[in-house]
């Protein structure tokens, strides 16, 4: 099946009229190397804004860069193990060095496919670590920094997923994770008293390598074919019957953290096709 990731282009990309959005304002977004991390960074740097990518991933974030100075604009890089305390602070430091951390986008994924009864716990502890723990240590970090602006103000975005509404089988560390990240959106902004907000944006099947690598896995677990898996599976309760791009659902992060979503606090963005709400 091929099937591959977008490419991105300028007349795809939201621009919005926003005095918050220029250079001295920084955002840090993670999993910068592929998907919807990539596409977050590259809407952001078109938008005014200075971007530190972070990912493991030296090589596809450089992919990253090049895309970025083709668009007009330009992305930093920083090599980034999210699973070590030490780069996670590295991160925050660097960036608040590069200016006002203003906002941070918890991006990056993986996923395992298996039922609870096989699924290894060195997989469980990876994806915790990665897709929860590292984006409250982020939050934990950059909160103090946003705090410290002028106006005292920060967004912090992060990427959820119709799994955090409703369960799939073989997916239960993805949606302990994902609904972890709705309570984390929700608990920074109860403390954020307005000022600080917090938002999750949850979204069905995205054209990223994370969804696409699935394909070959979920046909072999459910023993069906890879065109039956994208057509009954994932797309199966969709309404809209073609997977979102990355760049669409960066618009989304986009707005989320601009001068129109100041009652965006502590809520979720479901873009996901009718899966959810239209059984």
Do not use: W
């Not at 809407?43 to 668009?71: F, I, W």
């Not at 602006?149 to 975005?157: M, R, T």
């Not at 369960?167 to 972890?180: C, D, E, H, Q």
């Not at 949850?202 to 677990?221: D, E, F």
């Amino acid at each position: 099946m091929d099937i591959h990731e977008p490419i991105i282009v300028l007349d795809d990309i939201l621009t919005l009229a926003d005095d918050d959005f220029h250079p001295g304002h920084v955002c840090l977004v993670s999993g910068v190397g592929t998907g919807i991390g990539r596409a977050v960074a590259l809407v952001c740097a078109v938008n005014g804004l200075t971007v530190l990518g972070l990912d493991v991933n030296k090589e596809q974030a450089g992919r990253t860069q090049s895309m970025a100075r083709d668009l007009g604009s330009d992305i930093h890089f920083l090599p980034t193990d999210l699973g070590q305390d030490g780069d996670i602070e590295h991160a925050v430091q660097t960036a608040a060095d590069m200016g006002q951390i203003k906002y941070l986008f918890n991006i990056a994924g993986i996923q395992h496919v298996d039922s609870v009864q096989d699924f290894p716990m060195h997989k469980y502890d990876q994806m915790q670590r990665l897709m929860l723990r590292a984006p409250f240590y982020l939050s934990k970090l950059s909160i103090p920094y946003m705090q410290a602006s002028p106006d005292g103000c920060g967004v912090i975005g992060h990427m959820a997923s119709v799994h955090s509404h409703i369960t799939t089988k073989n997916k239960a560390v993805y949606n302990i994770t994902k609904f972890g990240l709705r309570a984390l959106s929700q608990s920074i902004s109860a403390e954020g008293e307005g000022r600080i907000r917090s938002f999750t944006v949850s979204t069905g099947y995205v054209r990223t390598p994370l969804a696409l690598n699935q394909i070959p896995y979920q046909a072999k677990q459910r023993g069906i074919s890879q065109e039956e898996v994208v057509r009954d599976v994932m797309m199966g309760h969709s309404r809209v019957k073609e997977m979102m791009s990355p760049v669409e659902v960066a618009n989304i992060f986009l707005f989320g953290i601009s001068k129109h979503s100041r009652y965006l606090v502590g809520g979720d963005l479901l873009f996901d096709g009718g899966m959810v709400l239209t059984y």
